[in-house]
């Protein structure tokens, strides 16, 4: 149990156009679900919470407008990265909680060209 | 200085050796701590998750919390070349909403 999926497992996309990643928990419902960042050899970055039924909440200094999250039911969350440039290329992974425990999505490797 | 110190590699071993991973922090109020597993380019996987001080072990895995020391462990036994990749400490505390705060990362590498 408690397996989260993201599609697309990656995505390479023109300068200027919009990219949507989504996040399913496929076993379990999540009330909670995170989106993170990763640059090679490092840590994870949390980008924002998102909270099924409500506005997602930004860490400081990831802008809103350019990374829309929408968090429709107990068990999707999508993140849409608007107007990409190739500094948002990256490897975006999304979280969901069951209880405590937070589980993973395998990732989602945004090259922007 | 950082919330979570965990020192990054890479720890090298041989095959069938103990791996012995740890993490520092500085906040009190952290309750829960967990450990992932992250492989090249893959989400990290839960391995142990554990509340308050203590020991908890899983086959070959096992997780201590000394919480008096603000120190955290995880000991592989028996290890793997599969158990080759980055191990991720990480801890929350209820009042932050599940949000986690990350180690680094320790690189491990067991070779055959």
């Known amino acids: 149990g408690a397996v989260v999926s993201q599609h697309p497992s990656w995505v390479i996309c023109k300068s200027g156009t919009s990219v949507k990643i989504e996040c399913r928990s496929l076993?379990?419902?999540?009330?909670?679900m995170f989106w993170y960042r990763q640059f090679p050899k490092q840590s994870l970055m949390l980008m924002a919470t998102s909270n099924e039924g409500s506005k997602a909440t930004y860490e400081q200094g990831v802008e809103k407008d350019k990374f829309l999250i929408n968090h429709a039911s107990l068990t999707l969350s999508t993140l849409t990265v608007t107007s990409a440039h190739p500094e948002d290329s990256s490897f975006y992974i999304c979280s969901a909680t069951r209880g405590y425990e937070q589980y993973f999505g395998p990732g989602t490797r945004l090259t922007v060209t | 200085q950082k919330e979570v110190e965990q020192d990054p590699g890479p720890l090298s071993v041989p095959e069938g050796a103990i791996v012995s991973l740890n993490c520092t922090y500085s906040?009190?109020?952290?309750?829960?701590f967990m450990w992932y597993r992250q492989y090249s380019r893959k989400g990290p996987e839960l391995l142990m998750y554990t509340y308050s001080s203590g020991n908890k072990e899983d086959g070959r895995f096992t997780a201590q919390v000394d919480k008096s020391s603000k120190y955290i462990s995880l000991f592989i036994r028996d290890s793997q070349p599969s158990d080759s990749a980055t191990y991720l400490c990480?801890?929350?505390?209820?009042?932050?909403?599940?949000?986690?705060?990350f180690g680094g990362g320790t690189r491990v590498l067991v070779k055959p």
């Open positions: 990480a801890m929350s505390d209820w009042a932050a909403g599940n949000k986690l705060t």
């Open positions: 076993d379990f419902q999540a009330t909670t």
């Open positions: 906040n009190s109020a952290f309750q829960y």
